[in-house]
Structure formats: C-alpha cells, structure tokens
C-alpha cells in the first residue's frame, strides 16, 4: 500500500495568499513529518507532528493530524515566492525508522 | 554544524559500470539512511544503519547495492553493475535518535545511468 499521498498534486497561488496541502495515509504512525525541496536541492525538515498531537505550529506554518481519518494537513500562511517549492509528507510507522513518502505537491507561489 | 553531505552531486555513467556513492552523516548521528527517487516515482527508503549495522535492509532493490558503514561514520552505496533503471536521486539521511526524531538529509546524488 503507499502512505502518505498529497493532495493536490499541483497547487498555484498568489503572493501572500494561505497555502493547504493536505496527505493521507493507510496504516498506522508513529509520527508524521512534512519536507520541503527547493528544486534541484535536497529535502528540507520542516515539521514533526506525532501520533498523540493533533496541532502543531512553527512560525507561518500549522501542521494538523487526524489519526481517525489518517490524514494531515500543512498549512502556509501569508505564503511567499520563496516558499515555491515541493512538499512531501512522510510517515514514520510502528517500530520502523524508515520515512514512507508521497508523490508530493508542487507549490508555486506568483509573486 | 555541518549537514549531511554527499558526493558526487552528479554522476553518469554507462550501463554496466559500478558507480560509488557516498554519505558523510551529521557529526554524532548513529542512524543513516539511504533513499532513492527515480523519475516520476515517490521517494523509497533503501536502508537503515546504526552506527556500523544494517538495522533495516529491505528496500534495497537487488545485490547490484551494496551499502556500507565501516566504523559508524561515513557510508558508501555501491551499484555494480549499474542498470539503466538504477537512475534517479539517491539521498542520504541522518537522524540523532531513532523513529520519533527528525531526519536531516543531503542534497542527494543524481545517478544518470546511460
């Protein structure tokens, strides 16, 4: 089964605009974590949420889990031409350390 | 504090060479990781090191990969003989503790096998 698919695959949005990505995933975690990768770079950690969390926050970014749908959501606020970008959600399950990751969503954000 | 570096940052190569990747961890990390991205796919865990042992080899694709740890610092991913489908980015990860804490990754070494 793949985890962690993101929804939309593609998303286009003004400067200064709210960005929501959102990411499902089948089995269950022990945490879920949210990377960015600017183009041609490596990935960037963002954001840990872990399975007994529901929200957290870290500067314009709000990261949701709903463990009863599986599901999460990273907002960005007030959203910037540097925050153009791919963001991956990944999982981290049970005992296991490996990160399972999505397809990702392409952020574009138009200055 | 240094980040996980990797090298080469490019590599390309015929069909049925061997090619050498390598991972330098964050200084103290005891977990390193390998994963991969081929072309239109989703990133895939490949292993799993704790200091110099395999903790978790099963995504690694075939014995064309050999990874190795020598010492609990750097590690190697060997492809021998490469494979045309063996393309793609292949990424290095550390992390300080294990599957509650962060892994910071490399900028990743993109394989073009011809």
């Known amino acids: 089964s793949q985890q962690g698919e993101e929804d939309p695959q593609a998303l286009s949005i003004q400067e200064g605009e709210n960005a929501t990505m959102n990411c499902s995933y089948k089995?269950?975690?022990?945490?879920l974590q949210w990377y960015r990768q600017n183009s041609g770079r490596g990935l960037v950690h963002l954001i840990l949420?872990?399975?007994?969390?529901r929200e957290k926050h870290s500067g314009r970014l709000r990261v949701t889990l709903d463990t009863s749908k599986k599901s999460s959501s990273l907002l960005i606020t007030a959203s910037r031409a540097a925050d153009t970008a791919s963001y991956f959600c990944?999982?981290?399950?049970?005992?296991?350390?490996?990160?399972?990751f999505g397809k990702g969503t392409l952020l574009t954000v138009n200055p | 504090e240094a980040g996980v570096t990797q090298f080469p940052s490019h590599s390309v190569i015929e069909k049925g060479q061997t090619v050498t990747l390598r991972c330098d961890p964050i200084s103290g990390h005891d977990n390193l990781y390998w994963y991969r991205r081929v072309m239109g796919k989703e990133i895939k865990f490949l292993l799993h090191?704790?200091?110099?042992?395999?903790?978790?080899e099963s995504g690694m694709p075939n014995n064309r990969f050999l990874a190795e740890r020598t010492g609990g610092t750097y590690s190697t991913l060997k492809v021998q003989p490469a494979e045309l489908e063996d393309s793609g980015v292949y990424f290095c990860?550390?992390?300080?503790?294990?599957?509650?804490?962060?892994?910071?990754f490399g900028p990743g070494t993109r394989l073009t096998v011809t």
């Open positions: 089995t269950s975690i022990n945490n």
């Open positions: 949420i872990r399975s007994n969390e």
């Open positions: 090191f704790v200091k110099e042992s395999k903790q978790d």
């Open positions: 990860a550390s992390s300080q503790r294990g599957s509650s804490s962060e892994q910071y």
């Open positions: 990944a999982t981290v399950g049970g005992s296991n350390y490996k990160l399972t």
